[in-house]
């Protein structure tokens, strides 16, 4: 059974600095790899997305990479802004089932200005 | 634009009391989502369509029931809502078969049981 775990549950680092939030996930069959954004109360935003035979993906200040054989993401934030606080959410689309997404509990970052 | 809108954002409901929530896209995609997220905890699958096809999770609570008339809307109902029904529920759509395997979320759907 697949299983999602993002560590830490919470982070909180000063404004400007460059951060990493990892995910890892125990079934190396996956379609992709999506990383998301939600702020309080609302719903997830999608940030990025890799595909299985990508090793990274970046945006503007984002980068994710995707390591399948160890079943490990990292996403990469840099230069971190105030803005960027709110608990970031990864989810994996397994071989098993190319409908079910799973997801992890996230990590929830404070940028303290 | 949105392309994924639930309604209502906010739904307050008195314990047992029938409710509905919506959920329509623009996206045009083949399949729909319900999840159920609790304060600090992942989003967890209630159901989905493929197309018209339902799928059911195991530990969906019997109370909970959906409903997809076309394409671009799906119901969530919950016919008895219980204190731990309150929650905030999300819509999610995605295109399977499109490659690209995006999944987009609504904004999502506060319920709160008194």
């Known amino acids: 059974k697949q299983e999602v775990t993002q560590i830490p549950a919470a982070l909180s680092v000063p404004e400007g600095e460059n951060l990493v939030l990892n995910c890892s996930f125990t079934?190396?069959?996956?379609?992709?790899l999506q990383w998301f954004r939600q702020d309080p109360g609302k719903g997830l935003t999608s940030l990025l997305l890799?595909?299985?035979?990508?090793r990274e993906q970046t945006s503007g200040r984002l980068n994710a990479s995707l390591d399948k054989s160890s079943g490990r993401s990292t996403l990469y934030i840099a230069a971190s802004q105030p803005g960027d606080s709110a608990t970031y959410l990864c989810a994996v689309l397994p071989y098993s089932s190319a409908s079910k997404i799973i997801f992890g509990s996230g990590t929830r970052l404070s940028i303290r200005p | 634009d949105a392309m994924v809108i639930q309604n209502p954002r906010y739904q307050v409901t008195q314990f047992g009391k029938p409710v509905t929530l919506s959920c329509s896209q623009t996206l045009n995609h083949n399949v729909m989502y319900w999840y159920q997220q609790k304060s600090s905890q992942a989003p967890k699958l209630l159901f989905h369509?493929?197309?018209?096809?339902?799928?059911n999770e195991a530990d969906t609570p019997d109370n909970f029931q959906s409903r997809r008339p076309n394409t671009s809307f799906c119901f969530l109902d919950i016919r008895s809502p219980g204190l731990g029904d309150a929650a905030m529920y999300l819509c999610a759509t995605k295109e399977v078969g499109s490659g690209a395997n995006v999944l987009t979320f609504g904004a999502g759907s506060r319920l709160t049981v008194l």
């Open positions: 890799i595909q299985s035979s990508q």
């Open positions: 369509y493929y197309d018209k096809d339902f799928n």
């Open positions: 079934d190396s069959a996956i379609y992709n």
